[in-house]
């Protein structure tokens, strides 16, 4: 499966931004989906993932309570709703897809990748 990520951008301190990620292949609702994200000189970070149907969501603590992931199988994209963003939040965030039976937070976990969408919260 293919990903593209987008939607990031620049935007002030206690705004919204909202990510989407399509995804290529008629197999996506077979992938766990997950959020991670990366910002400079730091590893990549677990944000969030979400199950096959979309039932069952997973948050760091992080987030929780600020992003919400969800996905339409039906268009092949997994989204995230980013609420509150502060500066840290800032980085580059990545989708990514999971052939697996079971969640992970573990990047090493996920099989494919999208390229990155770059977020940039300021105060």
């Known amino acids: 499966v293919q990903l593209q990520a987008f939607g990031g951008g620049l935007v002030q301190a206690g705004g919204s931004l909202r990510l989407s990620c399509a995804a290529s292949?008629?197999?996506?609702?077979?992938?766990?989906m997950g959020w991670f994200r990366q910002a400079p000189g730091k590893e990549r970070e677990f944000v969030a993932a979400?199950?096959?149907?979309?039932?069952?969501?997973y948050y760091a603590d992080s987030v929780k309570g600020r992003y919400t992931i969800s996905r339409d199988n039906a268009k092949n994209t997994v989204y995230l709703q980013m609420n509150s963003l502060k500066p840290e939040d800032t980085a580059v965030y990545y989708c990514a897809a999971d052939s697996g039976s079971t969640w992970s937070r573990l990047p090493r976990n996920y099989d494919y990748w999208g390229q990155g969408t770059k977020v940039t919260v300021f105060q």
């Open positions: 979400i199950t096959w149907g979309g039932k069952t969501t």
């Open positions: 292949g008629r197999t996506f609702r077979s992938y766990i």
